[in-house]
């Protein structure tokens, strides 16, 4: 099932390591799919071979058995030293710790990296580079640290050039809420286009989709002016290998505190489809802000009524994460979006992409 | 007409010079509306007494007769030397230059300032207190220069508080483009308020409000991730002395370029009421994006729907910007709109802000 994701030779991006660097992937006692997003996303999809995840609570067991990766036979080491020993060449930091701040422990272990011929990469808001101790060590010791969710310069403010790519289909993956799935549905549709014959590829616009393709942008650490168009400039560039163009969606129309970073994402990207993706479990705007969200009908006119006077995009499918379902459960849910909507619908990692494929063709 | 604006003893914002500082008013070769809007902005509305604008094109004339703005009596002079001679204790560039970057003559008048005793106030994306020459000069000679459009530390991502606010009006102004008069509809219906008893105060979101009210953050210079963030610190500032709270809105629902800082600015202050803004003669979603602006009344279903899930809110009343029109024309624009929409329209300029009061209260 397992197909490398072929990084482009793009300059739409921070400076990153090769694609062949071995990795170990820091999550301390966090490795799990929420707290560990960074970590599970590299595993399911980057090209580069990883040799240690670490987390001392966990130690001693294997990421595969943890994740349900199949191809990815990792062990859980206790220390950085020991992933040392297993051949790290880059250490990923794959959570994200509240606030920005590293804990001290953190600290100490990147430093340990740096000193002992380990490169560091993150995806933090504050950047390892910014740090004077870790840049002086990282001098000292000839290293390299990659902040992957520093944009690169010159960005402006959006055009609208991207409703100008005569003959490109742009899909841009949206969501219900946060965490739903919207980057895995990006790279597992365009995989399945490319079996197909179709010359599609996808655009990383978090941290975690840089991780895995090598390029892109983080958008939403980008000034509020220039969202957009960072969203712009890497659908553009896309554009040149490509016809069809999946974008990673962020946040949520919905999501009170990510709802501009959407937007932005919308009138950069300039979508001629939307792909829904939905999470039959509750993640954030219902526990968190309060907000019943609506139906999924309502959820589609809102989407298609936000892009109507801008450039018109219809939802041509949905896909939903049923990772917390059994496997009747997971088809009723799926079985009754789709009498709702009357229209394709799939749990991309239970039943595949094809039919969200399909619609897309 | 004029009465000036109060400065509450607010801590969210950049550090700022007093309401009574002696301005000069930067606009080389731009003192007209669109193109020196932080000028214009500061001669309607801010406190402070301006001894200057700096315009040598325009040398010899009257900021009074060029702005038509009444209580203004302003000499417009060729250099920052004259400006000196005429009591300026702040320099504030009332201009932003293309891409952000300042054109070598600027430069020079800037040191000239720092020199000569005159502190310096900016509003760029790029800010004076980064520039190693001019942090040096004005360490060396005592001077201070505010980066007004620097955010404060510490910004979170939106919360939803804003919800919360029991027994508070949060008036959002939004409009058909950029540039059709939010702001100083946010001020005037403010200003209305207070005059008729109620307590009414108007939150700045951008470089000119800030110039205005003292405090302030300049929203579209905050990363995405916080920019709801910020507009939320805003509205729970100014929710501590006041019942009635109207916001500065920023950009456009349906401006591609900057439709995420609308959003976000939307999520963030979770109002209860919105003002509709609107130009009579096109701006720039037509003529730079090529997008037909759809009726008015699409125009508020729209907002009414992109808000229905999070906090319902409604258009109470309608400004029409009607400074290129003749008094007939200006009179059959709102009247036309009224007629339409079944709301108050009025512009605050040309027929004062009652009618947009009277439907908050």
Chains 1, 2 share one sequence.
Request: hydrophobic share 45%; with cysteine.
């Amino acid at each position: 099932m397992h197909t490398p994701h072929v990084r482009p030779a793009s300059t739409v991006g921070p400076e990153m390591y090769e694609p062949t660097a071995r990795l170990g992937l820091l999550a301390e006692g966090k490795f799990h799919p929420r707290s560990a997003k960074t970590a599970f996303g590299i595993l399911r999809h980057a090209p580069n071979p990883v040799v240690a995840v670490i987390d001392h609570t966990q130690a001693g067991k294997n990421a595969r058995d943890l994740s349900g990766i199949a191809h990815r036979d990792v062990p859980v080491v206790a220390t950085v030293e020991e992933a040392i020993t297993l051949g790290m060449e880059v250490m990923v930091i794959g959570i994200a710790p509240r606030g920005g701040l590293l804990p001290e422990s953190w600290r100490q272990m990147i430093i340990t990296c740096l000193s002992n011929g380990v490169d560091v990469a993150a995806g933090l808001h504050t950047f390892l580079n910014d740090d004077p101790t870790f840049a002086e060590i990282a001098e000292r010791h000839g290293r390299r640290m990659y902040d992957v969710r520093r944009p690169p310069h010159g960005i402006g403010v959006a055009t609208g050039a991207c409703r100008d790519l005569a003959g490109k289909r742009i899909v841009l993956t949206v969501g219900t809420d946060c965490a739903v799935g919207k980057k895995h549905v990006a790279i597992a549709v365009a995989e399945e286009l490319r079996r197909r014959g179709v010359r599609a590829t996808w655009v990383p616009t978090g941290q975690t989709g840089i991780f895995i393709a090598g390029w892109g942008i983080a958008i939403d650490n980008v000034l509020s002016d220039f969202t957009a168009g960072a969203a712009e400039l890497l659908v553009l560039e896309a554009a040149k290998e490509a016809d069809v163009i999946l974008v990673e969606g962020q946040g949520a129309l919905l999501h009170p505190g990510y709802s501009g970073v959407t937007l932005s994402l919308i009138h950069g990207a300039m979508p001629t489809d939307f792909l829904f993706c939905h999470a039959s479990s509750p993640v954030a705007i219902e526990p968190e802000y309060g907000i019943t969200p609506p139906s999924m009908t309502e959820m589609i006119a809102l989407h298609e009524h936000v892009v109507r006077h801008t450039r018109p995009a219809k939802v041509r499918g949905i896909a939903v994460n049923t990772s917390t379902a059994g496997d009747a459960e997971a088809r009723a849910q799926c079985d009754a979006l789709a009498a709702e909507t009357r229209l394709p619908v799939t749990d991309v990692i239970r039943y595949g992409a094809g039919p969200l494929a399909e619609a897309l063709m």
